[in-house]
T-cell receptor, first 113, second 114 residues
């Protein structure tokens, strides 16, 4: 299985809602990533987990809260988001750390009203 | 610090013509280089990568790229464009250091004209 899955595919939420994005991989990868991507822009790194521990937080606002319950799962908890947070949220995984190629999921298209 | 530039935010080619997407990088240490493709409403997919060894790298879908250290370039080519090649292409650089992040270029949007 060489696939990274993400749920949901689309999410619309109000600024006072709490929601979560989910990412899963079964490739035995020990590094997992969250990226934010705006239209016609490259992905922007948000968080990196290595061996289930948070290793990089790119100064992301606290309204985004990552969680890695086990080596196959990665969640992104969302609370009190702003309209400018609307974007495609991509999850990726790789063997160990970033110098290995990253496998990306299809993304969650988030709209904040 | 590492950086990536991609000359041309948008490239148009005719079907059957050569595809050339340009990528230049800046790195103080030997780089690892990648080309990713993103089709509309999808995630990124790895086309090819250079780590060490042979400087001409072949990837999927008929694409290849050549690492030229003297020119700090890693241009992507395909001899004959197909309609299905229309997508966004990202060049990326990293290095073999734990926890080092991947730096993506700004991307080049490829259009293929029938």
């Amino acid at each position: 299985d060489t696939e990274v899955t993400q749920t949901p595919k689309h999410l619309v939420m109000g600024m006072t809602n709490k929601k979560s994005l989910k990412c899963e991989q079964h490739m035995g990868h020990r590094a997992m990533y969250w990226y934010k991507q705006k239209a016609k822009k490259p992905p922007e790194l948000m968080f990196v987990y290595s061996y289930e521990k948070l290793s990089i937080n790119e100064s992301v606002p606290s309204r985004f809260s990552p969680e890695c319950p086990n080596s196959s799962l990665l969640n992104l908890h969302l609370h009190a988001l702003q309209p400018e947070d609307s974007a495609l949220y991509l999850c990726a995984s790789s063997h160990q750390t970033s110098y290995n190629e990253q496998f990306f999921g299809p993304g969650t298209r988030l709209t904040v009203l | 610090a590492q950086s990536v530039t991609q000359l041309g935010s948008h490239v148009s080619v005719s079907e059957g013509a050569l595809v050339l997407l340009r990528c230049n990088y800046s790195s103080s240490v030997p780089p690892y280089l990648f080309w990713y493709v993103q089709y509309p409403n999808q995630g990124l997919q790895l086309l090819l990568k250079y780590t060490t060894g042979a400087t001409l790298v072949k990837g999927i879908n008929g694409f290849e790229a050549e690492f030229k250290k003297s020119e700090t370039s890693f241009h992507l080519t395909k001899p004959s464009a197909h309609m299905s090649d229309a997508a966004e292409y990202f060049c990326a650089v990293t290095r073999k250091t734990s926890y080092d992040k991947v730096i993506f270029g700004p991307g080049t949007s490829l259009s293929v004209i029938p």
